[in-house]
C-alpha cells in the first residue's frame, strides 16, 4: 500500500479527489463538500477579520491592522476608479470581496500537501480532502456565473429592457442597409452571443487551470522529495523556489480575477 501511494499515479490522485456528498441520482446533485466548508470558512474568516478591525478602526493614528486593511482598500478602491466611471457604492465592495475571497482560497496552496492530508484524514477522518477551492473548477465557475449574472442584471438596469436588447441585435454592425437588416440582426446576435459564453469561460477557466497546474506541480515535486536523500534535499530547494514563484501567481490570479470582474461591470454600464 505505501508503495502504491508513492507512485506519481495514486499519488497525485489521492491528493486531486474531492471529498463529496450527494444529495440524489446523478452527478448534478454531487457536491464537494471539502470546496464549500472551505471556502465558506476562508470567508468568514477573512471578512469577519476585516470587519473586526474596522469595528475598532479610530480616526487617529492607525494601528497595524488598520493600517492594513486601508491600504488594502484604497488599493481596490483605486483600481475600480481607473476603470468603473460612475457610483461606486456597490463595485468597490463588490471587487474587494471577489479580491480578497479569492485571494485566501489561492493561498491554501501554499500549505504543506502531505501535513494538510494527515491532518484531514487523522484529526477531521475526512479523506479526499482537497484543500484549495479555486482548483475546482466548481468554484471559479460560481464565481464567474455570478460575475456574469451582474453583468446581465446591471445592463438591463441601466439601459433598460429595450436598450440591452437593441445593443444585443444591433451592435456592432448596425442594421444598415434596410435590405440586409434580417442578416446583419443575425450576425449581431451571434456576434454578442459568442462574447457573452466566452466571458464567464474565459473568466473561470484562467483563475481553475493556473491553481491546478500550480498544485499538481507542488505534488510532484513531494513525490521526488520521497525518493530518497538527494531528492528530499532537491525536491526541497525546487518546492522553495516554486513556492518563492507561486506567490506572484496567487495574488496575480487574484488580482485579474478582480480587474475582469470590474472590468464587465463596467461595460455593463456603458450606454454607448
Known amino acids: 500500500m505505501a508503495a502504491q501511494e508513492l507512485t506519481p499515479t495514486a499519488y497525485v490522485g489521492h491528493h486531486l479527489t474531492n471529498r463529496t456528498i450527494s444529495l440524489g441520482e446523478g452527478p448534478f446533485w454531487t457536491l464537494h463538500?471539502?470546496?464549500?466548508?472551505?471556502?465558506?470558512?476562508?470567508g468568514?474568516?477573512?471578512f469577519g477579520f476585516m470587519w473586526w478591525v474596522v469595528r475598532g478602526a479610530t480616526s487617529g493614528v492607525p494601528g497595524r491592522r488598520q493600517a492594513f486593511v486601508e491600504?488594502?482598500?484604497?488599493?481596490?478602491?483605486?483600481?475600480v476608479k481607473g476603470i468603473?466611471?460612475?457610483?461606486?457604492s456597490f463595485i468597490t465592495p463588490l471587487a474587494?470581496?471577489?479580491?480578497?475571497?479569492v485571494l485566501l482560497m489561492?493561498?491554501?496552496?501554499?500549505?504543506?500537501?502531505?501535513?494538510m492530508a494527515w491532518l484531514y484524514e487523522n484529526i477531521f477522518h475526512q479523506h479526499n480532502w482537497k484543500g484549495v477551492p479555486t482548483a475546482d473548477v466548481n468554484t471559479t465557475f460560481a464565481l464567474a456565473l455570478s460575475v456574469w449574472t451582474l453583468m446581465i442584471f446591471y445592463g438591463v438596469k441601466v439601459k433598460g429592457a429595450g436598450g440591452w436588447l437593441h445593443e444585443i441585435f444591433c451592435a456592432p454592425f448596425g442594421v444598415k442597409p434596410l435590405w440586409l437588416a434580417p442578416l446583419l440582426l443575425v450576425f449581431n446576435l451571434l456576434f454578442n452571443l459568442v462574447e457573452y459564453v466566452s466571458k464567464p469561460l474565459s473568466h473561470s477557466l484562467r483563475?481553475?487551470?493556473?491553481?491546478?497546474?500550480?498544485?499538481?506541480?507542488?505534488?510532484l515535486l513531494g513525490m521526488w522529495a520521497a525518493t530518497g536523500l538527494a531528492g528530499t534535499v532537491l525536491g526541497a530547494i525546487l518546492g522553495a523556489g516554486w513556492a518563492?514563484?507561486?506567490?506572484?501567481?496567487?495574488?496575480?490570479?487574484?488580482?485579474?480575477?478582480?480587474?475582469?470582474?470590474?472590468?464587465?461591470?463596467?461595460?455593463?454600464?456603458?450606454?454607448?
Open 84 to 88: 468603473f466611471h460612475g457610483n461606486r
Open 207 to 219: 483563475l481553475y487551470g493556473n491553481m491546478y497546474a500550480g498544485e499538481i506541480i507542488f505534488m
Open 71 to 79: 491600504l488594502l482598500v484604497e488599493f481596490v478602491d483605486d483600481q
Open 44 to 46: 468568514v474568516v477573512g
Open 96 to 101: 474587494l470581496t471577489v479580491f480578497v475571497w
Open 33 to 42: 463538500l471539502d470546496t464549500l466548508v472551505t471556502s465558506v470558512l476562508l
Open 106 to 115: 489561492n493561498a491554501m496552496d501554499f500549505l504543506p500537501i502531505d501535513i
Open 244 to 272: 518563492i514563484f507561486h506567490i506572484l501567481i496567487v495574488v496575480l490570479q487574484a488580482f485579474i480575477f478582480m480587474v475582469l470582474t470590474i472590468v464587465y461591470l463596467s461595460m455593463a454600464h456603458e450606454s454607448h
